[in-house]
């Protein structure tokens, strides 16, 4: 096989039956589709199926703590997590840039099948892409996730004033983890991205009556899942500044750099709202778990003006309006 991918490798032929077959189906191994056609038979359900599609795109493929492929199973695995789903099936599609490394992306792959079997789902379809050199971001997956649903919907209308909210870990370590590894301003740090399946996380809340809403704080951080809440609740929030945790390494590049770890993406974390009597519960469940040992109650939901303040580690007060620009593009 060649040692760069050609734009033949998506014309169909030799190369592209090549590519499939030495790099995905072999790469895959347990996970990869019992059968190539176009299109898989899904066994019978015994629970409500759940969908969720994305398209990844992160820049660089790979930084400290993952990588492309790992992150696009945590990514879809998550969407459906925090839907109340636990994920089953994942089709796969891998849009490549002329000329990239074929090592490279059995790497990536590679890394998408650990984290496919870790996390218990199969690829049961995919397609390959070549586009021209140039018009491409070297990489870019999109992956379609199928789940059954394992506790009832949760809806944002179902939030109350009183409600607290909940964090499992430290937020924006995965921002600052590929910013750093952008190398763009000459910074170096031991920053390791969160990238990480949050389902064990989403289980141990299922069983609470009073969880109200989860969500994965990704582009935009819990600071754009606090106004969505808003919004879709149709109230205010508060967040206690003190409470929220950022591990020192990344509040300082956030520091330098006029970054608010607020805003970044965590690709391995769970914002819960769940009734003020259970919160504490909720807390305990977590912080019995390796991926919540950091976890915090971090705010509650208020009646009133439908917008998040941050109550500051001074005393002060500052509102946290919605994400405007986008601080980091190509973060997940």
Known sequence: MNERVLLAHGNGG????????????????????????????????????????????????????????????????????????????????????????IDRLKRLVASFARAALQTGVRVVAGDTKVVPHGRGGGLYLVVTGIGERAREALDLRRIQAGDALLVSGPVGDHGVAVLLAREEFGMRGEVRSDSASVLDLCRALWSIAGLRFVRDPTRGGIATVANEVCQGAGLGIRLFEAAIPVRAATASVCEMLGYDPLYLACEGRALAVVASDEAERALQRWRQLPAGREASIIGRVESGAARVVLETALGGERVLDELFDDPLPRIC
Request: proline share 5%; charged share 20%; hydrophobic share 50%.
């Open 14 to 101: 030799r190369l592209m039956r090549g590519l499939i077959d030495e790099i995905f189906v072999r790469t895959l191994g347990d996970a990869a589709p019992e059968y190539l056609s176009d299109a898989s038979a899904l066994p019978a359900a015994s629970a409500t199926l759940m969908a969720t599609t994305d398209g990844f795109t992160v820049e660089p493929l790979e930084f400290p703590g993952g990588d492309l492929g790992s992150l696009a199973v945590h990514g879809s695995v998550n969407d459906l997590a925090v839907a109340g789903a636990v994920a089953r099936w994942l089709t796969l599609a891998a849009i490549i840039e002329e000329g990239f490394e």
